[in-house]
């Protein structure tokens, strides 16, 4: 059992050895204020969401401890990562979910997280010390279920961090200077900070909540007060730098490929400056029909043509000849054709070059351009159950033989209700296939702007309901990010604030 701490919300802040046990993993619980991002460190792993956000409990603590215990219980012992916003001790409930472990003889490791109580007023650009106006801190909770702070014993402190705080910031400013606290001492209260949604409201100790209210902050956030805040203004690194990191800079963009397929596309993304919510709503499975699919591989007498539309048939074709006893040898004397460059890359990078590919990607236009064979030969399509027939429909236009072999399954990937919630708030989504543009269609509805890679399917997202769509000019991942940029600078009416994953006022 690792328990981790996912740092304050910036998924650069997770340290090392939380990149590790997340690697590792075999299950992860993760709560509201764990970046839902860094959950691409564990691709392998089962998820599972069991998140608190404010006074509206998902799920009751002790439930929490019990998953845990049965989690690592399963199937002889399995590797459990608990994945918790900021740091693991500090008011996040850690010492509970240890002591859980030590009760039902858990091994167990606690692995630190960078704390919110640090971190954020530091991305505001507020030392919570300074030689010359703070020596000393205190980290409160105000969560005031649990009872008041004894504000009166912090007297001499010079800075407080307030975590949990922005429900009842009235009532502990007032508590607070009850307490001896000069109402002109500064205030600043910071949301979702490290994280592009980051928002600062500055004030005093006598005119904060008011300001907070105004400017309509909720939690999570952050509150501090002290003589500190003052260098806010002079020291807001992170303002600037957002201003700096790209077209997307402060704007969620989802990417509903597949888990595995996600990467790439949300790097170029992020070297942007986008937020990338990784939402996949399509999964692949093993074909229904292994039987018939391995008789055909075997014997390929008379194909002409391997036609690969998609990565993924590249890869389950590899597959498959592995679990035959086969390899790329075996498709010596059959000509292959990829759908697009990408496709072709990845016959590439298994060292097979291929014979054709058309000059506009697209299954559309690999029909239409392939050339035909004086012998007549079959073109064997190799795909999923649910390719749609743009390709079989222009062969048959041109009197070419066409056959079709299930190489793997597409299904439907429900996401959990968290990453439909953020899906919903998303500036933009990309869509890298028809399928992934009925799924979205179905699970959220259709109000959403889309880039969409290719004109097929575009046109599966018209064809489903979506009318906000850019076209990536060709289907590559830096033409798909080159859309979601497009998307947002045509898109009507302004693009949604999506809070932002991570920050964790609760630790």
């Not at 215990?69 to 399963?74: L, Q, S």
């Not at 960078?114 to 703070?134: C, E, F, K, M, N």
């Not at 059959?334 to 590439?348: D, E, I, M, N």
């Not at 906000?468 to 947002?488: G, I, K, S, W, Y």
Request: aromatic residues 4%; charged residues 20%; glycine residues 10%.
């Amino acid at each position: 059992m690792s328990l981790v701490g996912a740092g304050p919300g910036d998924a650069g802040l997770l340290t090392l050895r939380g990149r590790e046990a997340l690697e590792q993993a075999e299950v992860v619980l993760f709560d509201y204020l764990a970046n839902p991002d860094l959950l691409r460190f564990a691709p392998q792993a089962e998820t599972i969401y069991v998140g608190k956000k404010g006074f509206s409990e998902y799920i009751r603590q002790e439930q929490i401890n019990g998953l845990l215990v049965r989690k690592a219980r399963e199937e002889g012992g399995r590797r459990v990562v608990r994945l918790k916003g900021g740091d693991v001790f500090v008011f996040g409930r850690g010492g509970e979910e240890a002591e859980a472990c030590v009760a039902a003889g858990i091994p167990f490791e606690v692995v630190p997280g960078v704390s919110s109580a640090l971190a954020v007023p530091a991305y505001a650009g507020i030392p919570v010390t300074h030689r010359d106006l703070a020596q000393s801190f205190a980290v409160l909770t105000g969560n005031t279920r649990e009872g008041s702070a004894h504000y009166g014993r912090l007297s001499g402190v010079d800075t407080l961090v307030l975590l949990m705080g922005v429900r009842n910031l009235a009532g502990i400013a007032a508590d607070l200077i009850e307490s001896g606290r000069a109402p002109e001492t500064p205030a600043a209260t910071i949301q979702w900070g490290t994280t592009p949604q980051q928002r600062v409201v500055t004030g005093t100790l006598a005119t904060i909540a008011g300001r907070v209210q105004a400017a309509g902050l909720s939690a999570p956030a952050v509150t501090v007060v002290g003589e500190v805040v003052r260098l806010h203004d002079p020291l807001r690194w992170f303002e600037a730098a957002q201003g700096a990191r790209g077209p997307l800079a402060g704007q969620t963009v989802a990417v509903t490929r597949t888990r595995v397929g996600a990467s790439d596309l949300s790097e170029r993304l992020r070297a942007r400056g986008a937020s990338v919510l990784e939402v996949p709503l399509i999964r692949f499975a093993p074909t229904a029909q292994p039987g018939a699919l391995h008789a055909r591989l075997r014997d390929l007498s008379g194909v002409a043509w391997l036609l690969l539309t998609s990565n993924q048939a590249v890869a389950a074709l590899f597959e498959h000849l592995d679990a035959l006893g086969l390899d790329a040898r075996h498709l010596a004397g059959t000509r292959l054709a990829a759908v697009g460059p990408s496709t072709a890359r990845s016959l590439a990078e298994r060292g097979l070059r291929a014979d054709f590919v058309p000059s506009v990607a697209g299954a559309r236009h690999l029909g239409a351009q392939i050339p035909a064979t004086p012998d007549g030969g079959t073109l064997l399509h190799l795909t999923s159950q649910l390719a749609e027939d743009h390709l079989e429909r222009a062969l048959a236009a041109r009197g070419l033989p066409y056959e079709r072999a299930e190489l793997y399954r597409t299904e439907p990937a429900r996401p959990d209700d968290l990453s439909m919630d953020r899906l919903r708030g998303a500036a933009v989504v990309t869509l890298a296939s028809g399928s992934a543009a009925r799924h979205l269609a179905a699970l959220a509805g259709t109000d959403f702007r889309v880039a969409a890679m290719g004109e097929q399917t575009a046109d599966a997202a018209r064809e489903a309901g979506f009318t906000r769509v850019t076209v990536a000019a060709v289907p590559t991942l830096d033409a798909l990010a080159d859309a979601a940029e497009d998307a947002l600078r045509t898109g009507d009416g302004p693009a949604p604030r999506q809070p932002g994953p991570g920050q964790a006022p609760r630790e």
